[in-house]
């Protein structure tokens, strides 16, 4: 053989050998795509639903605070020992574990600070002073903190105005009406040797009927902050969920991944402390901060199926080459053995064929091979048989796009559309109708390919049914209540906001109801919290039938309830709803078999836009009303009204 022969022979088979092995690789990299895709949309569902319940843990302890607010706002001057004994009749426990306490701090000038060291020494605390000592145009001194420990009351009298950390969240929260939380501190208000890290939130307090509409009038109406200190490790232990994450989370104040950031780390031992490269990040924004969320991804299992697919594609491919490039060789090499080899060659063929043909019909995908001109249906596998149920000789010969599996026709365009604009298709999400007439949800991609000499294109479809249940479902929970069903104060929030949007678009008016159920703890302790869950679930139903399709009902906590009407003429339609409500809930309930419970409810009724501009300013005032059906001896529905001014220097104290 001639020298330049043997070249041109070796040149011919390597480039077989190339073309084999990158058709190898395109398979190979096909499937570890879409086990990728598998894995981190599995990777992304875990973490929106751990950080949801992060922000709903905020949420829940923000209307801890609330309450505290309402009731240095309600009118009334609040003694140490009411306070004391409104916060343990808070019964905070488990559901707000890691909140050290809540306490009151007020806006006091340098003019008033004698006064107050003086009524503080005169109530026991004898050795009581601010710190750090010193002349202040403004003074925010801790006056209480609840529940009171020994250790805590070293806390009393630092002046939270003359740490910058603290003093950012007090004018955070000033400014803007709402919570706010410090960033990351080792020592939250010095509160004890066992806190490490953690913050303090902050919710401002305002004088009594005072405008708050613009960040001029909360400044000069500002009364104090309720003041929570939280340790993070004790926070995040409480919530729900976070032992099932093996890789670990790990929680940073702000968007910067270091050690100086961060907050939290369930597996401090195991992970390291910046940023892996496998890291799933989500970026939350809680009471005027931004937190950053990271979860370290696992690693795919060796032997799951996605794996194992993807290796065997990769063995069998590899050993496919090797054989078609030898096979160039020989032929090439060797002219004499050209009928041997030709034989030979139709015998490898015949087996490669079957072997794809084995690969073809035994894929679980369903796949479909049409010609590229026409888009006529040339086969199908068993996969889009069992997926779909239509059979072969119901599709053959008939174009793609007329058959009747596409559910959206808008589907149907684009799938045509990305063929003809770049001929392939990967990973379309689309919704399909099976022969019986089921709706599924399949991931969609096609590539150019080459059938008994007819240009084609092969389509794959990978039934995502379950997977897009079940993100559909962790979408459900996140906006429910678990309970009842009702929508959650996530959800609630974000209706209640596009209803005001509505109401001032069309110059209408919408009616906020604050529901408190009466007597519903003797209900818990004497017949147990079973019955009390079946009790919540008969109130969710009886006030769900008493309102229209239109309003919302939705649970916030315990056994408070919240009804949105999104339309009402005036405030006699609200009441008139409320009244139904009451009516409903004072029916007898048989909670079980031959036990009747009776109670009653207590409602606020507050009207936008005469009782608030803005869902802030509603829901307190309705939250008042409420309380103030409450006071008045309960099983009443009361129309928000405002109260007399007091004085504010009492009040502040």
């Given at each position: 053989?001639?020298?330049?022969n043997?070249l041109?022979?070796?040149g ?16 190979w990299?096909f499937e570890t ?10 990777m992304?569902?875990?973490?929106q ?7 709903q843990?905020?949420?829940a302890?923000?209307q ?5 607010q309402?009731?240095?706002?309600a ?5 140490r020992?009411a306070f ?11 559901d707000m574990?890691g ?7 007020p ?13 503080m020494?005169s109530?026991g605390?004898?050795?009581y002073?601010?710190t750090?000592p ?9 006056v209480?903190?609840?529940?009171s420990?020994?250790?805590d009351?070293?806390?009393l009298g630092?002046?939270l105005?003359?740490?910058?950390d ?9 400014d803007?009406g709402?919570s706010?939380?410090?960033a990351?501190?080792?020592r ?6 066992g ?5 303090v939130?902050?919710?401002p307090?305002y004088?009594l009927?005072?405008p708050t509409?613009?960040?001029e ?6 009364l ?7 340790r993070m ?15 670990g989370?790990r929680i940073f104040d ?5 050690n ?13 402390k ?8 989500e970026y939350?924004?809680?009471?005027g901060?931004t937190?950053t969320l ?7 299992v ?8 993807a290796?065997?594609?990769a063995?069998n ?6 054989v078609?490039?030898?096979l160039a060789?020989v032929l ?17 063929l015949r087996?490669t064929k079957?072997?794809?043909e ?5 894929s679980?995908?369903g ?9 006529l249906v040339?086969d199908?596998?068993k996969g889009?048989?069992a997926?779909t149920?239509?059979e ?7 174009s793609?796009?007329?058959?009747p599996?596409?559910?959206s026709?808008d589907?149907?365009?684009r799938y ?13 999400e689309?919704a399909?109708v099976t ?10 991609s096609?590539?150019?390919?080459t059938?008994k000499?007819?240009?084609c294109f092969?389509g794959?479809?990978?039934?995502i049914t379950?997977r897009k249940?079940?993100?559909d479902?962790m ?5 429910h209540?678990t309970?009842t069903?009702?929508p959650n104060r ?11 949007v509505?109401a001032n678009?069309?110059?209408?008016r919408l009616?906020?109801l ?13 017949l147990?919290?079973?019955v009390?869950d079946?009790?919540l679930?008969a109130?969710?139903q ?20 919240v009804v949105l009407l ?10 008139a709803?409320?009244?139904k409500?009451r009516h409903?809930?004072?029916q007898s ?6 036990k009747?419970v009776?109670?009653?409810s207590?409602?606020g009724?507050?009207i936008y836009?005469?009782?608030g501009k803005?869902?802030?300013?509603l829901s307190?005032?309705?939250d ?5 059906s ?5 099983n009443q529905?009361?129309l928000f009204a405002?109260l007399?001014p007091?004085?504010?220097a009492?009040?502040?104290?």
């Amino acid at each position: 053989m001639r020298p330049d022969n043997w070249l041109h022979h070796l040149g011919g088979a390597l480039l077989v050998l190339v073309l084999s092995l990158g058709t190898t690789w395109w398979l190979w990299q096909f499937e570890t795509r879409n086990a990728e895709i598998d894995q981190r949309a599995r990777m992304d569902a875990s973490v929106q639903a751990f950080a949801n319940r992060v922000e709903q843990r905020m949420r829940a302890q923000e209307q801890v605070l609330r309450g505290v607010q309402g009731l240095f706002s309600a009118g009334a001057p609040v003694g140490r020992e009411a306070f004391a004994r409104y916060v343990d009749a808070l019964q905070l426990g488990a559901d707000m574990a890691g909140m050290v306490g809540l306490g009151w701090a007020p806006l006091l000038n340098a003019a008033q600070m004698p006064e107050l060291e003086a009524m503080m020494r005169s109530q026991g605390y004898l050795n009581y002073e601010t710190t750090p000592p010193g002349s202040r145009p403004q003074y925010a001194p801790l006056v209480q903190l609840e529940p009171s420990v020994e250790p805590d009351k070293r806390m009393l009298g630092q002046d939270l105005m003359a740490n910058a950390d603290y003093r950012a969240a007090l004018e955070r929260a000033r400014d803007s009406g709402a919570s706010a939380i410090t960033a990351k501190l080792t020592r939250p208000l010095e509160g004890g040797a066992g806190a490490r890290v953690g913050f303090v939130m902050f919710l401002p307090v305002y004088h009594l009927g005072a405008p708050t509409a613009t960040v001029e009038e909360r400044r000069a109406n500002l009364l104090g902050w309720v003041v929570a200190p939280c340790r993070m490790d004790a926070w995040m232990a409480g919530l729900p969920g976070l032992g099932t994450h093996a890789g670990g989370v790990r929680i940073f104040d702000g968007v910067e991944l270091s050690n100086q950031s961060l907050l939290f780390d369930s597996t401090p031992t195991h992970l390291p402390k910046v940023q892996g490269s496998a890291d799933t990040l989500e970026y939350l924004q809680v009471a005027g901060r931004t937190w950053t969320l990271a979860m370290a991804e696992q690693a795919d299992v060796p032997d799951s199926p996605a794996h194992n697919k993807a290796q065997m594609i990769a063995r069998n491919g590899m050993f496919l080459s090797g054989v078609l490039a030898l096979l160039a060789w020989v032929l090439l090499s060797d002219r004499a053995r050209t009928v041997i080899m030709a034989t030979q060659m139709t015998t490898e063929l015949r087996e490669t064929k079957e072997h794809f043909e084995l690969i073809f019909d035994s894929s679980p995908d369903g796949m479909v091979i049409t010609q590229q001109a026409d888009g006529l249906v040339v086969d199908i596998n068993k996969g889009f048989t069992a997926m779909t149920g239509y059979e072969r000789g119901d599709v053959v010969s008939i174009s793609i796009g007329a058959l009747p599996i596409w559910k959206s026709a808008d589907d149907r365009r684009r799938y045509r559309k990305e063929l003809a604009e770049h001929q392939f298709c990967e990973n379309l999400e689309v919704a399909l109708v099976t022969k019986t007439g089921n709706t599924i949800v399949g991931i969609l991609s096609a590539q150019p390919a080459t059938f008994k000499g007819v240009a084609c294109f092969v389509g794959v479809v990978r039934d995502i049914t379950g997977r897009k249940a079940i993100e559909d479902r962790m979408a459900h929970m996140a906006q429910h209540d678990t309970l009842t069903g009702l929508p959650n104060r996530a959800l609630f929030d974000d209706r209640l906001k596009q209803a005001i949007v509505q109401a001032n678009r069309n110059r209408g008016r919408l009616a906020l109801l604050y529901v408190d159920l009466d007597h519903f703890k003797p209900v818990n302790d004497t017949l147990g919290h079973a019955v009390g869950d079946v009790l919540l679930k008969a109130v969710a139903q009886r006030m769900h039938d008493s309102v229209r399709a239109s309003d919302t009902v939705a649970r916030i906590g315990g056994d408070e309830f919240v009804v949105l009407l999104p339309t009402v003429h005036d405030g006699s339609d609200a009441l008139a709803v409320a009244e139904k409500i009451r009516h409903a809930l004072n029916q007898s309930f048989e909670v079980v078999a031959g036990k009747m419970v009776h109670i009653s409810s207590s409602t606020g009724v507050a009207i936008y836009p005469d009782h608030g501009k803005d869902e802030i300013a509603l829901s307190k005032n309705a939250d008042m009303a409420m309380y103030r059906s409450k006071q008045q001896g309960r099983n009443q529905v009361v129309l928000f009204a405002p109260l007399a001014p007091v004085d504010p220097a009492a009040a502040a104290i």
